[in-house]
């Protein structure tokens, strides 16, 4: 089992802080608060962010896990990574919200929720950090470097082997991130 600190530091974060929650925009509704169930074929497109304390000058980038492969009861594949996602501006029209800029690539593609079946809803957990090198000054190089390391060559997607016993913690330090800013999760089965 990966370490995994940072999501147990991430928990605490919004716990009775609804400043410091993602929402999501999936299947074309909104969906607020954490835990809430959404079934998982509605769920396999990327889903929207919003995220209300959002700083306009800032770009913040997403990493969303599975904390419960293969089943809640037994996790010894997970957490699985479902996406990290940089390049996410605040948008001009709708303050608070997340858009993805189309000319910042993903490092890990998203896929949806594919929990076995038998098995209970599982958490997927999206992790909301600013971006290294959004403000106006700060060297974006270093980040772009990083970012450029850890992403499948030649736009290829992410293979499930890759994907399995991820660490957050591992994957801030790989970016260069800072403490998480905001997290959200949701069920699904």
């Known amino acids: 089992m990966p370490s995994n600190k940072s999501v147990e530091r991430a ?16 299947g ?16 396999q497109s990327p889903p929207t962010l919003s995220f209300a304390a959002a700083l306009p000058n800032k ?21 699985i990574l479902h996406w990290i996602q940089p390049g996410l501006p605040v948008g001009e029209t709708n ?10 690539p993903f490092i890990a593609n998203y896929i949806g929720p594919a929990p076995p079946p038998l098995g209970g809803p599982h958490r997927y957990v999206f992790f909301l950090y600013e971006q290294p090198g959004s403000d106006e000054g700060e060297n974006a190089n ?5 970012r450029r390391q850890a992403t499948p060559k030649d ?8 994907r399995m016993w991820a660490s957050l913690d591992e ?15 949701f069920r699904s089965n």
């Open 11 to 26: 928990f605490v974060l919004v716990q009775g802080d609804a400043s410091k929650t993602v929402g999501f925009g999936i």
């Open 28 to 43: 074309g509704r909104e969906i607020e608060g954490n835990g809430a169930y959404v079934a998982k074929a509605e769920a």
């Open 59 to 79: 770009t913040y980038l997403v990493i969303a896990l599975d904390l419960d492969a293969p089943f809640t009861f037994w996790s010894g594949l997970g957490p």
């Open 95 to 104: 303050p608070g919200r997340l858009e993805i800029d189309p000319g910042s």
């Open 142 to 146: 270093e980040f772009d470097d990083k």
């Open 155 to 162: 736009g290829k997607t992410m293979g499930n082997g890759a």
């Open 171 to 185: 994957w801030e330090a790989k970016l260069g991130l800072g403490e998480v800013v905001a997290m959200g999760w």
